[in-house]
């Protein structure tokens, strides 16, 4: 981050900074590594110097939508810290959290391309992690959990969930919830009282398939040109 992020922005400053994290994030969840600030500036209809004035370059960007991010789940942790029911706690995040990543769609990307090693980032890394194991240790102590339940598993379940959620948004968006439970009842957690989500049809089964982003060779139809 530079450090003209550190102070207040005026408020149309703010809503261009905000317009452009915004598109951002919508590019980089199509597109990954190919979308360039030029092209964020196009999209979100601001010109190119005033992205280059909030953002140098893309790792800029990228590392203020990981802390962007990364605010939102130590507010989600330190908030799940102060339950006292370890169990309840423990839940609360990982529902919380999953819910975050289900809709988030360059998270995997944002994380996977972040200056995770540099300050001030490596401090909210770690310290995200000292909340998460401590919510673990807590759950297992308090029998809420079975007992080789590890801060780990809490980073798997996410995996788990955001690789669902990824393949069903655009055909049962709230398919994710479903196999989040089927998960937190198999690390032993008290099967929440909401109601729950329907296994998906066959038809949106189908519609989830993966797709081929190249068509195949038609080799019938070489074999037919010689």
């Known amino acids: 981050m530079t450090p003209e992020t550190h102070r ?82 423990l839940r609360h995040y990982m529902i919380e959290a999953a819910q975050w990543r289900a ?41 809420a959990v079975r007992e080789d339940f590890a801060s780990a598993d809490v980073y798997a379940f996410f995996y788990m969930v955001g690789a669902v959620a990824d393949r069903t948004q655009d055909v049962a968006p709230d398919a994710w919830r479903r196999y989040a439970e089927v998960l937190l009842t198999g690390f032993g957690l008290e099967e929440a009282p909401a109601a729950h989500t329907s296994a998906m049809t066959d038809g949106q089964l189908r519609r989830a398939w993966p797709k081929p982003s190249v068509r195949p060779p038609d080799d019938a139809g070489q074999e037919r040109t010689k």
Do not use: C, K, W
């Not at 110097?49 to 893309?58: G, I, K, N, Q």
């Not at 200056?115 to 297992?140: K, N, W, Y």
């Open 103 to 143: 809709r988030d769609r360059a998270l995997e990307f944002v994380l996977a391309n972040a200056s995770i090693d540099t300050r001030p980032i490596a401090e909210m890394r770690d310290h995200l992690g000292r909340l998460v194991d401590g919510l673990a240790e807590r759950a297992v102590a308090a029998g």
């Open 8 to 89: 207040p922005l005026r408020a149309d400053a703010e809503r261009n900074r905000r317009l452009i994290m915004e598109t951002a994030d919508r590019m980089f969840a199509q597109r990954g590594p190919a979308a360039t600030l030029n092209e964020i500036a196009r999209e979100a209809g601001v010109g190119v110097a005033t992205v280059y004035r909030r953002f140098p370059d893309l790792q800029t960007l990228i590392d203020a939508l990981f802390t962007e991010r990364f605010t939102e789940f130590l507010q989600l942790a330190t908030a799940a810290e102060e339950q006292p029911d370890p169990g309840r706690a």
